[in-house]
């Protein structure tokens, strides 16, 4: 699959106005705009670029090569400059130390167990500088549990047309997404099929807490809806300001 073909079939799946929602939480959780902020799973760069027009020095950080050359492309067309490591967030010994680091998008629930959670958030903690924060997001277990298995979306356009469907998956809170995308190649006058699985799992928000304590946070704020609101029985993600 070409780098372009990629992007379309990546942000076809993304709703970008939410991009505009995690900056300005970004933003209520932070005093100071100019703080240097790490971006966990940044994949194409559409938040790290709009948190970069927010005024923070950002880097971001990608498994995938793939995504971080659609993310460099998407800094030169906004005109910003945009350091990308690429790396895994299980392993975060030799990128420096920032200010801030963000996790959104429910990266976190990417994680196979707890275990490479808690490792994540130990990775974090020795990441950030004194004071510093960590900001991320995971879905709740009532949209994992109540929500999502079930769901099915269709949607097409002449490029690109893709199915989602999503089901329970084998471990407690977990659930796995069912992608397949028809993608227009104009050099064969065909329509292509690629198919994806993406697992994600999440835990009692009592286990999150256990766990970021564990790797030596001390101050954890909890909120739902992009911080708009306090956590309910209903709420559909979770949202953390944790502070070092």
Request: hydrophobic content about 35%; overall charge negative.
């Amino acid at each position: 699959m070409s780098y372009q073909t990629f992007a379309q079939v990546y942000d076809a799946i993304m709703d970008d106005t939410l991009y505009e929602r995690w900056a300005s939480f970004v933003d209520r959780q932070l005093q100071n705009k100019g703080q240097s902020v790490l971006e966990l799973a940044c994949g194409t760069g559409a938040l790290a670029v709009t948190l970069k027009k927010h005024g923070y020095d950002v880097t971001g950080l990608d498994l995938s090569a793939n995504m971080l050359s659609l993310a460099s492309e998407r800094a030169f067309s906004e005109g910003v400059q945009l350091p990308l490591i690429e790396g895994d967030m299980l392993d975060l010994s030799e990128i420096g130390q920032y200010d801030v680091v963000t996790c959104f998008s429910d990266s976190i629930c990417y994680m196979p167990d707890a275990a490479a959670v808690l490792n994540v958030f130990k990775e974090v903690y020795q990441t950030l500088n004194e004071e510093g924060t960590f900001l991320f997001d995971v879905h709740s277990i009532y949209q994992i549990d109540n929500i999502f298995p079930g769901y099915m979306y269709n949607d097409q356009s002449e490029e690109i047309s893709f199915l989602w469907q999503s089901y329970a998956g084998e471990t407690e809170h977990s659930i796995e997404h069912d992608l397949t995308f028809f993608v227009y190649e104009e050099e064969t006058d065909r329509y292509e099929r690629f198919d994806e699985t993406h697992k994600e799992r999440t835990y009692p928000i009592e286990v999150y807490r256990e766990m970021l304590q564990q790797a030596g946070f001390t101050s954890i704020f909890t909120s739902a809806e992009f911080g708009e609101s306090d956590i309910n029985d209903e709420s559909t993600r979770w949202f953390f300001t944790c502070k070092k």
